[in-house]
């Protein structure tokens, strides 16, 4: 029997008005067919906030997850707010894979619009390998601009 995907997601609030960064991790395990489909419900519980600024999608040292495989993070309507740039994520020397999400599909710099979120968000992990794992990790600025 395969073991049930799982992910983890913890939040680090700004500290300060000069830190006006949120951070969320979500540190996933894959299932035996190398899904993560269904998040706890702790997790799920974890309410997201912010603009978000980059994303960091990061493969565990040991069980390092197959080439190409895809994340989403989907809010509560059922929208992937990472805008398809968790797709065909490829894994070179283990090492990690920063993009920037946006509405329009195009660079914040080249016209796209910066992704705002505000709610749950589920993660989905597809074609990642039996049993592998690694981390979505999500920088966002502060929705309280005196934080």
């Not at 998040?39 to 980059?54: E, F, H, R, S, T």
């Not at 059922?78 to 894994?91: E, F, M, P, R």
């Not at 992990?125 to 920088?139: D, E, M, Q, S």
């Amino acid at each position: 029997m395969a073991v049930a995907g799982a992910a983890v997601v913890t939040v680090e609030d700004p500290q300060s008005r000069a830190q006006p960064y949120r951070k969320v991790t979500y540190a996933w395990t894959s299932d035996g067919a190398g899904a993560v489909s269904e998040v706890p419900a702790v997790a799920l519980n974890k309410a997201v906030y912010g603009q978000i600024v980059k994303v960091v999608f990061v493969p565990d040292a040991v069980d390092v997850p197959t080439t190409l495989y895809d994340i989403q993070l989907k809010d509560e309507n059922g929208v992937d707010v990472l805008n398809g740039t968790g797709t065909d994520i490829a894994v070179v020397g283990g090492a990690a894979v920063q993009k920037v999400p946006n509405i329009a599909g195009a660079p914040v710099a080249t016209g796209g619009e910066p992704v705002h979120v505000a709610g749950k968000l589920q993660l989905l992990v597809a074609a990642a390998g039996a049993a592998k794992k690694g981390k979505l990790i999500l920088l966002l600025t502060s929705p309280d601009p005196r934080r």
